[in-house]
């Protein structure tokens, strides 16, 4: 799987959008990206994943840019509780058993 | 709407000492992983199993060993633990053989200590 890279922390104010960068420049062409998020010392939660075409759910929106180096999650509108590590990682589709490799992730902080 | 569930979530362990954790999912889901968390680190991957039968090496398998016993439940055996493995150990379970891009459902852990 290609590597990602994030920041390693962020603050966002309450209420406005969090924008979360990742970049994965060696990502090939059956590579998706995917988004998970950690809060506290809970599991993983999935939040949305794309392969070229942006995205959107109830939770955020994922943009990729059209050379797919890189990509951007947004959560529109940030509360407390989107306090939490965020991870960036990219996974090929192989028909078996996926395998995620996490890195260490975005520490959002939401702040009032 | 119990998802992925392990047990236990608190466990303090010697060193030598064996133990398994237990995974459980109700989701009807065929792939089920393993996985390590240690301090300020992302996951590692230890095994997977993507179907009933079947089980595979991750990242970081040494000291440890899975059993697939039916399609819900996925255990994890350390027979003689040791304190590098002190660590929080989380299970997830995905859709049909984990392609079709299926998002990985994870449960809420169990931290181990081993002295």
């Known amino acids: 799987d290609a590597k990602t890279t994030q920041p390693p922390s962020m603050d966002c104010a309450e209420g406005r959008a969090a924008n979360l960068p990742c970049n994965h420049s060696t990502i090939s062409g059956n590579e998706y990206v995917y988004w998970y998020r950690q809060i506290h010392s809970q599991g993983p939660q999935y939040i949305i994943h794309?392969?070229?075409n942006n995205e959107t759910n109830e939770m955020a929106s994922l943009i990729i840019t059209e050379d797919r180096k890189s990509s951007t999650l947004i959560l529109p509108h940030a509360t407390l509780r989107d306090t939490a590590v965020y991870y960036c990682i990219v996974r090929v589709e192989t028909g078996t058993a996926s395998k995620l490799t996490f890195g260490t992730g975005t520490r959002l902080q939401v702040t009032l | 709407n119990a998802g992925v569930t392990q047990t236990p979530k608190f466990q303090v362990l010697k060193t030598g000492q064996s133990m398994t954790l237990q995974c459980a999912q109700d989701?009807?889901?065929?792939?089920m992983y393993w996985y390590r968390q240690d301090p300020g680190m992302g996951l590692r991957l230890i095994y997977y199993?993507?179907?009933?039968?079947?089980?595979d090496k991750g990242e970081v398998p040494n000291g440890y060993n899975v059993s697939r016993l039916n399609k819900r439940e996925f255990s994890l055996r350390l027979e003689s633990a040791a304190p590098s493995q002190t660590s929080v150990y989380f299970c997830?379970?995905?859709?049909?053989?984990?392609?079709?891009?299926?998002?990985?459902?994870f449960g809420d852990g169990t931290r181990l200590s081993i002295l």
């Open positions: 997830a379970s995905t859709r049909k053989g984990g392609g079709s891009n299926q998002p990985q459902h």
């Open positions: 989701m009807n889901h065929n792939s």
């Open positions: 199993s993507a179907s009933e039968g079947t089980t």
């Open positions: 794309g392969l070229k």
